[in-house]
T-cell receptor
Framework: GAGVSQSPSNKVTEKGKDVELRCDPI?????LYWYRQRLGQGLEFLIY????????KSGLPSDRFSAERTGESVSTLTIQRTQQEDSAVYLC???????????????FGSGTRLTVV | QKEVEQNSGPLSVPEGAIASLNCTYS??????FFWYRQYSGKSPELIMS????GDKEDGRFTAQLNKASQYVSLLIRDSQPSDSATYLC???????????FGKGTRLSVIA
C-alpha cells in the first residue's frame, strides 16, 4: 500500500479483555516496529521485526504483550488481560532494511488509540 | 541504558524567527539521527535525517550534528504558525536496532 495502515483506529475495551491490533506495512519494507505512546509522553519501543530474523522483543513491558508477523507483511500486536495502564496510542512503523551505515527513517501509521475502561 | 534527552518546552517563538531545538544522546556508538514532527493527535512524520558531523539543510530546516559532544539540533528558519508541533529527536545505532526517541519538544510559533 501507499502508507502504513493500522486498524482499528480507536478501540475501547473493558479491563481484563484481550485486544488485537493490526498493522499493514508499506509494501517492500522488511522492517516493522511497534511503539507505544502514552498521553503527553514520548515513544516507547515495544517490538521489532526484520525479515525472517527472530524479533527483538526487548521492549515488551510484560508477558501480556505479544506480537506476530507473517513473512514481510501484516503484523498483529496482542494484549491479553488488558489493564488501565495499557491505555495509549499504539503506533506501527515500517522501513527498508536497517543496513549498517544506512540512514533509514521510519514511516508511521496513524496509530490505534486504545482505551481500557 | 541508551537515552535521548530533549527539553520538553514549550518553546515559544514569534512568527518569522528562528526556532532552535536541541537533543543530546548517551550512546557514543549512535550513527544515525532523525527529527520527526508530530502534530497533536497525529502520528510522527520524518522531516530530517543526518549521520555526518556538520550541518544538513533542507528548505527552512537545518539539522546540526556534533558527535564529539553527542548533540544534535534542528533549526527552523522563518518559523510559521503551521510549524507549531512537538518535535521528536530519534537516534539509531548501526545494524538491526530500533530508533530510540526522546520525549519531544513542544514548539509554539506565535503569529
Amino acid at each position: 500500500g501507499a502508507g502504513v495502515s493500522q486498524s482499528p483506529s480507536n478501540k475501547v475495551t473493558e479491563k481484563g479483555k484481550d485486544v488485537e491490533l493490526r498493522c499493514d506495512p508499506i509494501s517492500g519494507h522488511t522492517a516493522l516496529y511497534w511503539y507505544r505512546q502514552r498521553l503527553g509522553q514520548g515513544l516507547e519501543f515495544l517490538i521489532y521485526f526484520q525479515g525472517n530474523s527472530a524479533p527483538d522483543k526487548s521492549g515488551l513491558p510484560s508477558d501480556r504483550f505479544s506480537a506476530e508477523r507473517t513473512g514481510e507483511s501484516v503484523s498483529t500486536l496482542t494484549i491479553q488481560r488488558t489493564q488501565q495502564e495499557d491505555s495509549a496510542v499504539y503506533l506501527c512503523a515500517s522501513s527498508l532494511a536497517g543496513q549498517v551505515g544506512a540512514v533509514v527513517g521510519y514511516t508511521f501509521g496513524s496509530g490505534t488509540r486504545l482505551t481500557v475502561v | 541504558q541508551k537515552e535521548v534527552e530533549q527539553n520538553s518546552g514549550p518553546l515559544s517563538v514569534p512568527e518569522g524567527a528562528i526556532a532552535s531545538l536541541n537533543c543530546t544522546y548517551s550512546d557514543r556508538v549512535s550513527q544515525s539521527f532523525f527529527w520527526y514532527r508530530q502534530y497533536s493527535g497525529k502520528s510522527p512524520e520524518l522531516i530530517m535525517s543526518i549521520y555526518s558531523n556538520g550541518d544538513k539543510e533542507d528548505g527552512r530546516f537545518t539539522a546540526q550534528l556534533n558527535k564529539a559532544s553527542q548533540y544534535v539540533s534542528l533549526l527552523i528558519r522563518d518559523s510559521q504558525p503551521s510549524d507549531s508541533a512537538t518535535y521528536l529527536c530519534a537516534v539509531k545505532n548501526s545494524g538491526n536496532t530500533p530508533l530510540v526517541f526522546g520525549k519531544g519538544t513542544r514548539l509554539s510559533v506565535i503569529a
